[in-house]
């Protein structure tokens, strides 16, 4: 935003220092993807334009079972992590103790990945030999192998990782829900349930959808609770991660981290756009609303 | 719509009703009663327990002590969208993804009417609230003023018994809430329902009601006619809440019949009791409209039905008009008399000058609490 006493000079110095940071923190990646295109891989002298790299990739068993796993994981995260953001906004909204519930939503944030990844695995393991000990114990052979590394820990590990995301995102969008609504449409005759679907979640759509993108984009991101939760050979990144640090490099790593780069950046950039347009629509009416109503 | 009934009917009941937030009493054991078809006004200052009393009525918070009765039927358990009520509410209440025609619509979707019953009763409805052709318009298209008709047409498209309304005109600039003040009071007439009203501006509320109940502390502290609250305001609260009062403390001296002399230390008032329970030896308030008060030369003698007293001059204040006069009793208290206007009578007295002021016995109201 410009004032009416600024500089051109600085204003224009603003804008080459906000390119210029996220040119460097974009230029790696677009690197990436440059090379993943090149036939001869990186360091060639010569840059033959290819697509065969990723045909590679696509074509490999293991990958794209790693993107199938990655994918399921993610749609069972979204289905799961999306509606408890959701509930654990409504809940912020109604609760009189909002600190104490934002620390508490937020506070996986501030653990380390690996770290929360590796409690996580003990306490699996734990919970797991408990369960067996008491199924022993009263003679039920079914409440054996509940947390076996598998799906389901994994599962957990990222509903824990995403669910501060997801609860963040969709509460922003709630901010400029009015309650006033809600019990305007119980007013007409609405329950609680038809109220929320044809008032208020028309109105918060655009915050469950992003949140979802989100944390569709984080299951695809996240590598160490997944490697520690089910192990480093089932989800994209873990592959691409292993197959770096034990082959290196190759054209059809830079392949999968091209598709890994340009999948999340169109999905964050629709997001951002599509929050933009919706921002500047809202700021729209919210303007409208608040000019002073004079006498018609 | 209801037809007004002829023969009266109770509407609203509320029987000890109260709310509690924690240890914070919003509402404290209030009773009241509301005929059918009556354009019912709750007035008091803010954070009062008005608009937690609607809410009540309405269904949006559950009583912590006592009933609500909604023609006959105790409705104190039942949420909001099974009561037969309907609300507009302050602002912010209309569905920004709606037009016009489905925010008015909405509440008789749900009860799935028929399409074209739908268009045609809503269609009616925005002729009653002069927004007809408005219909295809978002709400952040209209003014504050219009958004508070296309609330008022939902909730009344839905031909619900009770109305309530929750500081309704707040939002709105002088000229329109007056205007919209007496659209609402013709439209109540028009359809008959019982309105209630919840406002802290007695202008609206003097404009509008049938009936008020003056609700401050959580408590109900008088109902009556708009005039008799103003008039006759029975509890000194009241007198110093509705208009402009002068209130004089004393202590009754004498007990005539129907009429108590009360000396306020500086001059012996006389001032009807009108069945109150004032008795002598005990402390009580009198209090006399600003606009019932007579500026007079100083020595004018008091008659049996006029009561005068001596004063100090402070000063007039010019509001269009009227013209405000401030004058100083004996013991250090303020009184306003207030006049229309007049060059002339304005510029008599001179600050710091005796004076007298009088008025009629009858104008003059006792309180003992």
Same mark, same amino acid.
């Given at each position: 935003?410009?004032?009416?006493?600024?500089s051109?000079?600085?204003?224009?110095?603003?804008?080459?220092?906000?390119?210029?940071i996220?040119?460097?923190?974009l230029?790696?990646?677009?690197?990436?993807?440059?090379?993943?295109?090149?036939?001869?891989?990186?360091?060639?002298?010569?840059?033959?334009?290819?697509?065969?790299?990723?045909?590679?990739v696509?074509?490999?068993?293991?990958?794209?079972?790693?993107?199938?796993?990655?994918?399921?994981?993610?749609l069972?995260?979204?289905?799961?992590?999306?509606?408890?953001?959701?509930?654990?906004?409504?809940l912020?909204?109604?609760?009189?103790?909002?600190?104490?519930?934002?620390?508490?939503?937020?506070?996986?944030?501030?653990?380390?990945?690996?770290?929360?990844?590796?409690?996580l695995? %003990?306490?699996?393991?734990?919970?797991?030999?408990?369960?067996?000990?008491?199924?022993?114990?009263?003679?039920?052979?079914?409440?054996?192998?509940?947390?076996e590394l598998?799906?389901?820990?994994?599962?957990?590990?990222?509903?824990?990782?995403?669910?501060?995301?997801?609860?963040?995102?969709?509460?922003?969008?709630?901010?400029?829900?009015?309650?006033?609504?809600?019990?305007?449409?119980?007013?007409?005759?609405?329950?609680?349930?038809?109220?929320?679907?044809?008032?208020?979640?028309?109105?918060?759509?655009?915050?469950?959808f992003?949140?979802?993108?989100?944390v569709?984009?984080?299951?695809?991101?996240?590598?160490? +609770?997944?490697?520690?939760?089910?192990?480093?050979?089932?989800?994209?990144?873990?592959?691409?991660?292993?197959?770096?640090?034990?082959?290196g490099?190759?054209?059809?790593?830079?392949?999968?981290?091209?598709?890994?780069?340009?999948?999340?950046?169109?999905?964050?950039?629709?997001?951002?756009?599509?929050?933009?347009?919706?921002?500047?629509r809202?700021?729209?009416?919210?303007?409208?609303?608040?000019?002073?109503?004079?006498?018609? | 719509?209801?037809?007004?009934?002829?023969s009266?009917?109770?509407?609203?009941?509320?029987v000890?009703?109260?709310?509690?937030?924690?240890?914070?009493?919003a509402?404290?054991?209030v009773?009241?009663?509301i005929?059918?078809?009556?354009?019912?006004?709750?007035?008091?200052p803010?954070?009062?327990?008005?608009?937690?009393?609607?809410?009540?009525?309405?269904?949006?918070?559950?009583?912590?002590?006592?009933?609500v009765?909604?023609h006959g039927?105790?409705?104190?358990?039942?949420?909001?969208n099974?009561?037969?009520?309907?609300?507009?509410?302050?602002?912010?209440?209309?569905?920004?993804?709606?037009? %016009? %025609?489905?925010?008015?619509a909405?509440?008789?979707?749900?009860?799935?009417?028929?399409k074209?019953e739908?268009?045609?009763?809503?269609?009616?409805?925005?002729?009653?609230?002069?927004? @007809?052709?408005?219909?295809?318009?978002?709400?952040?298209?209209?003014?504050?003023?219009?958004?508070?008709?296309?609330?008022?047409?939902?909730?009344?498209?839905?031909e619900?018994?009770?109305?309530l309304?929750?500081?309704?005109l707040?939002?709105?600039?002088?000229?329109? +809430?007056?205007?919209?003040?007496?659209?609402?009071?013709?439209?109540?007439?028009?359809?008959?329902?019982?309105?209630?009203?919840?406002?802290?501006?007695q202008?609206?509320?003097? @404009?509008i009601?049938?009936?008020?109940?003056?609700?401050?502390?959580?408590?109900l502290?008088?109902?009556?006619?708009a005039r008799?609250?103003?008039?006759?305001?029975?509890?000194?609260?009241?007198?110093e809440?509705?208009g402009?009062?002068?209130?004089?403390?004393?202590?009754? %001296?004498?007990?005539?019949?129907?009429?108590?002399?009360?000396?306020?230390?500086?001059?012996a008032?006389?001032?009807?009791?009108?069945?109150?329970?004032?008795?002598?030896?005990?402390?009580?308030?009198?209090?006399?409209?600003?606009?019932?008060?007579?500026?007079?030369?100083?020595?004018?003698?008091?008659?049996?039905?006029?009561?005068?007293?001596?004063?100090d001059?402070?000063?007039?204040?010019?509001?269009?008009?009227?013209t405000?006069?401030?004058?100083?009793?004996?013991?250090?208290?303020?009184?306003i008399? +207030?006049?229309?206007?007049?060059?002339?009578?304005?510029?008599?007295?001179?600050s710091?000058?005796?004076?007298?002021?009088?008025?009629?016995?009858?104008?003059?109201?006792?309180?003992?609490d």
């Amino acid at each position: 935003m410009r004032d009416d006493f600024s500089s051109e000079w600085g204003y224009r110095a603003k804008w080459a220092y906000l390119l210029t940071i996220v040119g460097a923190l974009l230029a790696p990646v677009f690197y990436v993807i440059y090379i993943s295109f090149n036939e001869l891989g990186f360091g060639a002298r010569v840059y033959k334009f290819t697509f065969d790299w990723y045909r590679v990739v696509l074509g490999d068993t293991m990958l794209v079972g790693s993107l199938k796993w990655t994918v399921y994981l993610a749609l069972a995260v979204v289905a799961t992590t999306v509606p408890m953001g959701l509930f654990s906004a409504k809940l912020y909204k109604r609760t009189r103790h909002k600190v104490l519930m934002v620390t508490l939503m937020l506070a996986p944030l501030f653990v380390p990945a690996d770290i929360m990844g590796s409690a996580l695995l %003990v306490y699996f393991k734990h919970l797991n030999r408990t369960f067996e000990t008491i199924g022993e114990a009263i003679g039920a052979d079914w409440m054996t192998a509940w947390f076996e590394l598998g799906f389901l820990t994994a599962l957990i590990g990222q509903i824990i990782y995403t669910l501060p995301y997801a609860f963040v995102v969709i509460l922003i969008t709630m901010s400029r829900y009015r309650p006033q609504q809600t019990e305007a449409a119980r007013a007409c005759g609405a329950t609680a349930w038809q109220a929320f679907c044809q008032v208020e979640f028309p109105q918060i759509r655009a915050g469950v959808f992003s949140a979802a993108a989100f944390v569709v984009i984080l299951s695809f991101n996240e590598a160490p +609770r997944t490697a520690l939760l089910k192990g480093g050979f089932d989800t994209f990144s873990n592959v691409l991660v292993s197959q770096m640090l034990n082959v290196g490099m190759s054209g059809e790593s830079y392949a999968m981290a091209g598709i890994m780069s340009i999948v999340a950046m169109t999905a964050v950039g629709a997001i951002l756009i599509y929050t933009m347009i919706r921002t500047e629509r809202l700021d729209r009416r919210a303007r409208a609303a608040a000019e002073p109503v004079m006498s018609t | 719509m209801n037809a007004p009934s002829t023969s009266p009917t109770i509407a609203v009941e509320a029987v000890d009703l109260s709310k509690n937030y924690g240890s914070v009493a919003a509402l404290r054991s209030v009773s009241f009663s509301i005929e059918s078809g009556k354009y019912f006004v709750l007035l008091g200052p803010s954070g009062g327990g008005k608009t937690t009393l609607l809410r009540l009525i309405g269904g949006f918070i559950r009583p912590s002590g006592g009933r609500v009765l909604l023609h006959g039927h105790d409705v104190s358990d039942l949420p909001a969208n099974l009561r037969p009520t309907s609300m507009v509410f302050q602002s912010y209440a209309l569905f920004p993804h709606m037009s %016009v %025609v489905g925010n008015v619509a909405y509440g008789l979707k749900l009860r799935k009417l028929p399409k074209d019953e739908i268009a045609s009763k809503v269609e009616g409805m925005l002729d009653l609230v002069g927004l @007809a052709g408005y219909g295809m318009r978002m709400p952040h298209e209209l003014s504050g003023g219009q958004q508070q008709r296309v609330q008022l047409a939902r909730s009344l498209v839905l031909e619900r018994d009770i109305l309530l309304l929750d500081e309704p005109l707040a939002s709105l600039d002088a000229k329109l +809430r007056k205007d919209m003040c007496l659209e609402l009071k013709h439209i109540q007439e028009k359809v008959g329902i019982t309105f209630i009203h919840v406002t802290h501006n007695q202008e609206e509320a003097m @404009a509008i009601a049938d009936r008020i109940a003056i609700i401050a502390n959580g408590r109900l502290v008088e109902e009556g006619s708009a005039r008799d609250v103003y008039e006759r305001p029975v509890k000194r609260f009241t007198a110093e809440f509705v208009g402009e009062n002068n209130l004089i403390d004393g202590r009754v %001296v004498a007990d005539a019949g129907g009429r108590l002399k009360v000396d306020t230390g500086f001059a012996a008032i006389a001032v009807d009791k009108r069945g109150s329970a004032a008795a002598v030896g005990e402390t009580v308030s009198i209090s006399v409209r600003s606009e019932r008060i007579h500026l007079l030369d100083p020595g004018a003698a008091a008659k049996d039905d006029i009561q005068v007293i001596p004063a100090d001059y402070v000063e007039a204040v010019y509001l269009g008009l009227t013209t405000s006069h401030l004058v100083r009793l004996a013991n250090g208290s303020e009184i306003i008399v +207030r006049r229309l206007s007049n060059t002339e009578s304005d510029a008599k007295f001179v600050s710091g000058q005796t004076v007298s002021i009088s008025w009629r016995t009858e104008n003059a109201q006792l309180h003992i609490d």
